[in-house]
């Protein structure tokens, strides 16, 4: 039995690559190109009404961007797949295209095999990402989260947590009263609360102070 082609929708504003990209995959076994669209409000319309499998989508176009329209078609139900094909492999592109919910990240300098690897892979639900997108992810896990708290910071609240009064807690690490009021503003704008309680509490929350704190 002969597997149902790919059926795709391209997304770009430009149409030189909506046309490249249209010959391209329907010259390819197993796609079959459903439509194109100009921007993310056409996209979002055509992949609601033709329910493709697989859309190929760009960030950067008028009115209704493609990170819009990935997030819309998530909201709405849509089952497309999203595979972004775009020029840009900044983190500050790639991190919201996944959050919003494309399942690959491509850029549009990728060979042809590739695309239609990529095009593939997607429509059966596997994560693509370019090598350079997915070089860039590594690195960004590798490097340590900033810390929230400083670790003088960390130390007045664990006092606090444990029953300790500002000078208490001054008296204890040899500091002025004033300065533990400050750390604890400091402290209560870093977690968004308001008074100690509430730091204590979001601090457990957060995983910044252990149980044996209290």
Partial sequence: MTEAPIRLLIADDHPVVRDGLSSMFASAPGFEVLGEAADGAEALRLALDLEPDVVLMDL???????????????????????????TYDTDS?????????????????????????????AAHGEAVLSPSVAAS??????????QLLSQRELTVLELVAAGN?????????????ATVKTHLLNIYAK????????????????????????
């Fill in 60 to 86: 950067r176009m008028p009115g209704m961007d493609g990170l819009t329209a990935i997030a819309e078609l998530g909201r709405r139900g849509s089952r497309a797949r999203v595979l972004v094909l775009t």
């Fill in 93 to 121: 592109h790639v991190l919201p295209a996944i959050e919003a919910g494309a399942t690959g990240y491509l850029l549009k300098d990728a060979p042809r095999d590739e695309l239609l690897r990529a095009a593939r892979a």
């Fill in 137 to 146: 992810l590594m690195n960004r896990v590798r490097e340590p989260a900033p």
């Fill in 165 to 177: 009064t500002n000078r208490e807690a001054a008296a204890r690490l040899f500091i002025t009263e």
């Fill in 191 to 214: 977690l968004g609360v308001s008074d100690r309680a509430a730091a204590v509490a979001e601090a457990f929350r957060r995983g910044l102070l252990a149980s044996g704190s209290s």
